[in-house]
């Protein structure tokens, strides 16, 4: 360890020169939040805590806190988005406050440590230096000066510091219940979340407001009190999707007012609410946004020209006066003109919401390319979803698995394809979350879904399409039968999607429940459902939900059945399969052995468990002869991919 350490006190005339060159990691009053918290350890960390002192080098009116618990040993632990590398010229810098009086402070209970740390590599790859308060129940600035470490070998092929932890009062015993505030926290390595972050471990629902005149024509719909109804019986939700256009209909917007285009005016008024209409969108959000819920907008892309089949005459209206607004004002330029359009509204929104669901983008006028630039110009921090493609579950010869019956009654018999959330383009920063079209044959809740498809999210919560950003998975679940259509039978009863909040959430997933809108509000049926939900997801701890089983019946095509099942083996599930990494079993079993088409015994596994391990296996065709207490046999074929 060195013992060259440095603490300095920045005051004004210094301070700008010495973190000249660092990057902003962490600032709760601003909302920075470039690194992300991992674990408090002896203590409580919370934040948006009043500023007890404003007037000195630290104005800022909220700040985070850390609460002793009682306990030794107390720390607060950040993840680094962009692991530290290299720790030449490398400080890193923050400022704290003890309530600890300054006549009280000893050599243990003044001290702040700071670790950098490798997660996978645990307490071996720890690297510390120590300062000490001089004063208590005040702000102080702490530099730690890393220049004189050199990066061990084994740190750098485990991929340099993926974390940071502070160490508050090491090895003091007597001030186990004292107060700290933590602030700005910076260093000189760029720091940035993904934009979606805030999703992650977020459950939502929707909340579709119309646009346009059809807006107008529900005027009585009482759509701020829906929203306060979500703000008031949901306070467990994380997220809302509501609408930056109508949700079915792209050229019906919820806002008047465009700061590119006067469009009630240049091009069809019913393109747009009234003046006292477009105000219902801005209450929606303000009172989502006040009850701490993150606000993202769905975008319907297509534009006048996509129209298509029997119209109404305002929409027949609007098809001929976008046109000769294109040609007249754009040359003939109608993804440009589109583009001017959409801008307008972007720029009013950007402060307001926190992301956007783009849906619709094979009818966009114009470049997408084009169009999600002009996103990020106006609102470059806003989380992205495009609804452009979609991945599948194939099997071990690269072909889509087909689902051949879900053992229910269904009036579809369609064999359908099983989906999985991947970053399947470079503009998403949250997925989509489609599940196979319902016209498909595929009910939202499919089995296949929970056996072949979320065990890929629980593997890994997040994707990246070309390596240069993750994308976080989420699922856009519809609750009935049909989209937003509150006549259609409801598919999810509350077990089932209590277990699908629950994969979703605690993997650091998003799962979005598309609820329909009647009146203004979500439907009866609907909101009981949401708040047994909510109720569950509020308790501490949580309550357990009941484990996934096949439903007896259900199976892929060209699947092969179990042999020789019997009373213990006919209802239990291998999953998921083909596998990469890991397969659980829906029963624990005492015993099984895994062997190779040659009848060799390749793995054993000889403790009761429901999980196992099979990285190391090559692929191939593989078998698992799994044994019951009871002495009972059933054998399982796996595709190890």
Do not use: C
Request: no cysteine; proline share 4%; charged share 20%.
């Amino acid at each position: 360890m060195i013992n060259r350490v440095y603490f300095i006190i920045l005051f004004l005339f210094i301070g700008v020169s010495s973190t000249e060159a660092q990057q902003l990691w962490y600032e709760n009053s601003s909302s920075t939040n470039n690194i992300n918290f991992n674990s408090a350890t002896a203590g409580t960390f919370t934040t948006d805590e009043t500023n007890p002192e404003t007037n000195g080098i630290n104005s800022n009116t909220t700040v985070s806190k850390f609460l002793r618990d009682g306990d030794t040993s107390p720390k607060i632990r950040f993840d680094l988005t962009n692991p530290i590398t290299d720790l030449s010229s490398y400080t890193i810098s923050l400022k704290a406050h003890t309530s600890i009086p300054t006549a009280d402070l000893n050599n243990t209970n003044s001290r702040i440590r700071l670790y950098l740390r490798n997660a996978s590599m645990g307490t071996a790859s720890n690297e510390f230096l120590q300062l000490n308060f001089t004063e208590g129940q005040t702000w102080e600035s702490f530099t730690f000066d890393f220049t004189e470490i050199t990066i061990s070998e084994d740190v750098a092929l485990a991929g340099g510091y993926d974390q940071i932890t502070i160490v508050l009062a090491s090895g003091d015993n007597a001030a186990l219940t004292s107060t700290y505030l933590i602030d700005t926290i910076s260093g000189y390595s760029e720091q940035t979340l993904p934009k979606a972050t805030f999703l992650s471990g977020s459950w939502g629902v929707r909340f579709n407001v119309n646009g346009g005149i059809r807006l107008d024509n529900t005027e009585d719909y009482e759509w701020v009190a829906g929203a306060q109804q979500i703000a008031d019986n949901l306070p467990a939700v994380g997220h809302v999707i509501t609408n930056f256009t109508h949700p079915a209909h792209g050229y019906f917007y919820t806002l008047r007012g465009n700061t590119q285009v006067d469009v009630a005016n240049e091009i069809h008024p019913g393109m747009v609410p009234s003046l006292e209409n477009e105000q219902i969108i801005l209450d929606v959000i303000n009172i989502l946004k006040n009850s701490g819920k993150k606000v993202i907008l769905y975008v319907n892309g297509a534009g006048p020209s996509s129209i298509q089949g029997n119209v109404d005459a305002t929409e027949a209206g609007i098809v001929v006066a976008w046109e000769d607004y294109y040609m007249e004002n754009f040359d003939g330029d109608e993804g440009l003109a589109w583009q001017n359009l959409a801008r307008g509204y972007f720029e009013r929104f950007n402060s307001l919401v926190d992301g956007y669901w783009i849906d619709n983008v094979s009818n966009l006028p114009g470049d997408l390319d084009a169009f999600i630039a002009m996103i990020r110009e106006v609102h470059p921090d806003a989380a992205i979803a495009t609804n452009l493609t979609k991945s599948y579950v194939q099997d071990a010869n690269g072909d889509n698995i087909l689902v051949d019956t879900d053992a229910t009654e269904d009036a579809d018999p369609t064999d359908y394809k099983v989906f999985f959330l991947e970053a399947n383009d470079p503009y998403m920063d949250f997925t989509a979350g489609h599940p196979t079209p319902l016209g498909q044959g595929a009910p939202p809740n499919s089995w296949a879904y929970e056996e072949f498809s979320f065990p890929l999210i629980v593997e890994n919560p997040w994707s990246s399409f070309d390596g240069t950003k993750q994308t976080l998975k989420h699922y856009f679940a519809p609750i009935r039968q049909r989209w937003s259509v509150p006549s259609a039978d409801l598919i999810f009863e509350e077990e089932q999607a209590y277990r699908f909040i629950r994969t979703f959430t605690d993997a650091g997933a998003t799962i979005t429940w598309s609820t329909t809108i009647t009146d203004g509000f979500i439907t009866a049926d609907e909101m009981a459902i949401m708040q047994e939900l909510n109720d569950r997801m509020l308790q501490s701890p949580k309550p357990d939900y009941i484990p996934y089983v096949r439903p007896e019946g259900a199976y892929l095509v060209g699947e092969a059945l179990s042999v020789d099942s019997n009373e213990f083996f006919n209802t239990m599930v291998l999953f998921p399969n083909p596998v990469k990494q890991n397969f659980r079993l829906s029963k624990e079993i005492a015993s099984a052995t895994i062997y190779n088409a040659n009848g060799q015994t390749i793995l054993e596994f000889k403790s009761n468990q429901a999980s196992f391990d099979v990285s190391q296996l090559k692929e191939g065709v593989y078998f698992l002869k799994a044994y019951a207490e009871n002495g009972e046999i059933q054998v399982f074929k796996i595709l190890k991919q």
